[in-house]
């Protein structure tokens, strides 16, 4: 570090604290580049750079890769995914990196009868159509090829540029579905089926960043889909370990419990760390979510535009619920283990049971209000509920699981909720062109950076590939 250098640093009091260095005596080493988080994205835009003979290290505020990414063995053949899991339409560069990796894919389980569950009483019905009356389902649908008409008519790139943009911004999804669908069961059903993609509460997204996301992930109908859509397929072993095979080929780059808080420009290069280490780069890449960006301290200060993005987003809420039986019984009863519910505190499940198992796993996702006053309970109210809701659905059985696991990224400070943030309402249209734009030397990727797939695991890998290729043509 040189003298003048120092003295800044000694005037910010940064000095006077232990800094680290991750090998003896490479204090002064420079990278071309840091890369904070170790995320799909991050290790994604890594690995690039590190093929392009360029110096990187990855610093990790958690214990793990893999970030919104989790998976946890449950004994010797099963998993669970307690963060992202499906696969599917279009996710062409996850399925790339899954075979590279060497991991399998399967289906998704849909063999069987599924369950509707409105006013207490279950009905079972086959196919992907609930019963919920001819005229409700034609409403139904025809809502969704609205917002999907909608929805295609804004450019991938730039939806901030659409004529309509500032409106469609300024008002929620949920008036503007108030306002365009008239069948009470048709809208009702359709914010439900909203809330379930965005993991907010309609009444906070504005329609324009709702139909971008719905755009950029094909359509609205496609996310919900399972066969030919977003759920089709779930990866053997789980989705965490393509971010294990990005991190066995990046070996030493990745540094772990390192967590970022703050990123100086000085004269001749960047200096990053916190209050324990410090390294030095060229370029940074943040590709943590928007709100916990918050915990960095830049200097100088980020232009307003990027501070006014990072201000205003939000993390959805959901939690994801597990319950591990010691086989699927309901496929006995000729179930597929998918249950929608209308008004009950458990909205959807699923069979998540994993081929090479012999046992059963019905999981959850509980979003929105429902999970923060789940929240609220103990750990032992929470389970309690969930498994009267699955008893509810599945009969009694359900109601003593091997294990029961629940799990909400809300609850991680250096993630903040999922599946991705939204911005508050008339935000999205006057800065969205400064979403993934670099300033200076520091460069932004993630999820939400990205303009396909923006919330998926295939927008955190194609976020990866964009920086990287924006660092090295610069
Ligand atoms: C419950 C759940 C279900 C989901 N389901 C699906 C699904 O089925 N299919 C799908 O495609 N997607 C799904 N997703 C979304 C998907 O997992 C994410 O879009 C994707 O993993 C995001 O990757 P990322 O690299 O952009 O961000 P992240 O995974 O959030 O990575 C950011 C990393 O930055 C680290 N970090 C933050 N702050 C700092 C700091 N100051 N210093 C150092 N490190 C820091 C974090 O610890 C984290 O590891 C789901 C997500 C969740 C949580």
């Excluded at 959850?364 to 429902?370: A, E, P, Q, T, W």
């Excluded at 309690?384 to 109601?399: I, S, T």
């Amino acid at each position: 570090m040189q003298r003048k250098e120092f003295l800044k640093l000694t005037a910010l009091g940064l000095a006077s604290l232990p800094f680290y260095s991750f090998t003896k005596n490479n204090e002064d080493e420079l990278h071309d580049v840091v890369i904070v988080g170790a995320g799909l994205s991050g290790l994604t835009a890594a690995r690039r750079l590190t093929k392009a003979n360029k110096k990187i290290l990855v610093l990790e505020a958690q214990d793990r890769v893999g970030g919104r990414t989790w998976s946890q063995p449950i004994g010797e053949n099963d998993f669970m995914d307690v963060g992202g899991q499906w696969i599917g339409k279009g996710h062409d560069s996850m399925y790339r990196l899954v075979a590279e990796a060497g991991l399998k894919t399967f289906p998704t389980y849909t063999n069987g009868k599924s369950i509707l569950r409105k006013n207490s009483e279950n009905k079972i019905y086959s196919g992907d159509t609930p019963p919920l009356g001819l005229f409700a389902l034609l409403a139904t649908q025809k809502a969704m090829n609205r917002l999907d008409n909608a929805s295609s008519a804004l450019s991938l790139e730039s939806p901030w540029q659409a004529p309509n943009a500032i409106p469609l911004d300024n008002i929620s999804i949920g008036s503007w579905i108030d306002e365009t669908i008239t069948n009470k069961n048709a809208r009702t059903l359709i914010k439900r089926m909203a809330e379930g993609e965005l993991c907010q509460s309609v009444e906070n997204v504005s329609a324009l960043q709702a139909f971008a996301a719905a755009n950029a992930t094909g359509s609205f109908k496609q996310a919900e889909k399972v066969e030919d859509g977003a759920l089709r397929d779930r990866i053997l072993g789980g989705a965490q370990g393509v971010s294990h095979f990005l991190h066995r080929q990046l070996k030493d780059v990745v540094k772990l419990n390192c967590p970022v808080s703050f990123v100086k420009q000085l004269e001749h290069y960047l200096l990053i760390g916190n209050e324990s280490f410090s390294v030095r780069a060229k370029k940074v890449i943040i590709t943590a979510p928007l709100p916990v960006v918050k915990r960095i301290h830049f200097t100088p200060a980020l232009p307003k535009e990027k501070q006014i993005l990072i201000d205003s987003m939000e993390m959805g809420t959901v939690i994801k619920c597990h319950a591990v039986y010691a086989k699927p019984f309901w496929r006995a009863q000729g179930l597929n283990g998918s249950g929608t519910c209308l008004d009950e505190v458990v909205e959807l499940t699923v069979d998540n049971s994993v081929p090479s198992s012999e046992k059963g796993i019905i999981t959850s996702l509980i979003h929105v209000d429902r999970a923060k006053n789940l929240l609220k309970l103990s750990d032992q109210e929470r389970k309690q509920v969930l498994l009267n809701a699955y008893a509810d659905l599945f009969g009694e059985q359900a109601l003593h699981p091997l294990l029961y696991h629940d799990y909400s990224f809300t609850n991680n400070p250096w993630i903040g909720g999922a599946y991705s943030g939204f911005f508050k309402k008339g935000i999205f249209s006057r800065y969205g062109e400064h979403i993934a734009k670099p300033y200076g030397n520091i460069h932004w990727a993630g999820t939400e950076t990205s303009s396909l797939f923006k919330g998926f695991m295939e927008g955190a890998v194609l976020s990866g590939e964009r920086v990287a290729m924006e660092l090295l043509a610069s």
